[in-house]
Nanobody, 116 residues
Framework: QVQVVESGGGLVQPGGSLRLSCAAS????????MKWYRQAPGKERGLVAV???????YYADSVKGRFTISRDNAKNTMYLQMNNLEPEDTAVYFCNAAHPARPNYWGQGTQVTVSS
């Protein structure tokens, strides 16, 4: 049974930090490209960051220099370290597992709210 579970969201003040986790099971995690998406109220879901199965990373311009994506294949877990958070980062953050020849998997999301 496939499971993708995000955690670590919450309420933080502008300039603060959070670390999101995405715990996966039921598929070969190390072979998947892992991605973070986010969706703010009234907006479409957008790509935040990617870490490939080989460890290469990509960031949306809006988070470059503030967010860091990483993965621990031994723990089947992906992370998103978010620093210097801004109110514009407020959104539900989703974990996605992507493979070119297999089904993609999504988590249920975790809420991040940046507000004073």
């Amino acid at each position: 049974q496939v499971q993708v579970v995000e955690s670590g969201g919450g309420l933080v003040q502008p300039g603060g930090s959070l670390r999101l986790s995405c715990a996966a099971s039921g598929f070969t995690f190390s072979r998947y490209n892992m991605k973070w998406y986010r969706q703010a109220p009234g907006k479409e879901r957008g790509l935040v960051a990617v870490i490939t199965s080989g460890g290469s990373t990509y960031y949306a311009d809006s988070v470059k220099g503030r967010f860091t994506i990483s993965r621990d294949n031994a723990k089947n877990t992906m992370y998103l370290q978010m620093n210097n958070l801004e109110p514009e980062d407020t959104a539900v953050y989703f974990c996605n597992a992507a493979h070119p020849a297999r089904p993609n998997y999504w988590g249920q999301g975790t809420q991040v709210t940046v507000s004073s």
